[in-house]
């Protein structure tokens, strides 16, 4: 029997990089990211996994990479959205620049819908699977975050529209990861005892989680998002 094959958009670095290096054992990986250095560094870190350059803002290259797919594999099981622009952060709300709204709502939003409405023929042939990684900043915000927010709160209005559009052939779910730790730094003992379960996430508490929505375990579970945070937004904080 042929391997899955699963598309990862962001696949090349952070909670995507943990995500293709943990699926990679069982599945057919293709990890699809803007930056190529980092790209090459994956594969080079595990072979397992394929790469390809891609810009998810760019319905050409999508289209160019979902025919690669179906002449190569013949077959997609899953799509995994995460490709994402990851600082939270944008200037106050009357120094906000519309181009850099734009562009968060584009990689952020856009981009998914674009790849899974692009992906449809082959996941329907296989009764796929979509997962869509939002963020807590779906539900709760700092100053200064309006475009990253509003990009997450709509993933998770997107999933449940898509998982009630493409229902029952194919799922649709969401991840709202929080504080997760990528990059193996220092961090204080405050801030692992803040979260309710003592400490903060890994990137396995994310692609396990993912792994198991692909299985054929979840396969009643449709439209929902997961928040995997160490229970921080069901912690009331009064200083």
């Known amino acids: 029997?042929?391997?899955?094959?699963?598309?990862?958009?962001?696949?090349?670095?952070?909670?995507?990089?943990?995500?293709?290096?943990?699926?990679?054992?069982?599945?057919?990986?293709?990890a699809v990211d803007i930056d190529e250095d980092a790209g090459h560094q994956l594969v080079s870190d595990n072979p397992?996994?394929?790469?390809?350059?891609?810009d998810v803002t760019s319905e050409q290259q999508l289209e160019a990479l979902v025919v690669e797919i179906k002449n190569q594999h013949g077959r997609l099981?899953?799509?995994?959205?995460?490709?994402?622009i990851a600082d939270?952060?944008?200037?106050?709300?009357?120094?906000?620049?519309?181009?850099?709204w734009n562009?968060?709502?584009?990689?952020?939003?856009?981009?998914?819908?674009?790849?899974?409405?692009?992906?449809?023929p082959l996941l329907k042939q296989n009764?796929?699977?979509?997962?869509?990684?939002?963020?807590?900043?779906?539900?709760?915000s700092e100053q200064n975050t309006e475009a990253y927010s509003a990009s997450k709160g709509g993933i998770v209005a997107l999933t449940h529209s898509?998982?009630?559009s493409l229902g029952p052939e194919i799922t649709v779910n969401c991840i709202s990861p929080g504080w997760i730790d990528v990059i193996g730094e220092p961090l204080a003992d405050y801030?692992?005892?803040?979260?309710?379960?003592?400490?903060?996430?890994?990137?396995?508490?994310?692609?396990?989680?993912?792994?198991?929505?692909?299985?054929?375990?979840?396969?009643f579970i449709t439209g929902q998002n997961f928040v995997v945070d160490g229970g921080m937004t069901k912690k009331m904080i009064y200083q």
Do not use: W
């Not at 042929?2 to 290096?21: F, H, M, P, Q, S």
């Not at 562009?103 to 449809?120: D, E, F, G, H, S």
């Not at 009764?127 to 709760?140: D, E, K, M, Y």
């Open 48 to 54: 397992l996994i394929r790469f390809k350059p891609v």
């Open 191 to 219: 801030d692992h005892q803040q979260h309710l379960v003592g400490r903060v996430g890994k990137v396995e508490d994310i692609a396990s989680l993912v792994a198991y929505l692909l299985s054929e375990h979840a396969g």
């Open 162 to 164: 898509l998982a009630v």
């Open 77 to 84: 099981d899953a799509v995994i959205n995460n490709a994402a």
């Open 127 to 140: 009764h796929g699977r979509v997962i869509n990684i939002a963020s807590t900043r779906a539900l709760q």
């Open 1 to 30: 029997m042929n391997k899955r094959v699963v598309l990862i958009t962001g696949g090349a670095k952070g909670i995507g990089r943990g995500i293709a290096e943990y699926l990679s054992q069982d599945m057919t990986v293709i």
């Open 103 to 120: 562009r968060v709502i584009a990689v952020n939003l856009t981009a998914p819908m674009l790849v899974t409405k692009l992906c449809l």
């Open 88 to 100: 939270p952060y944008n200037p106050p709300l009357e120094e906000i620049d519309i181009q850099h």
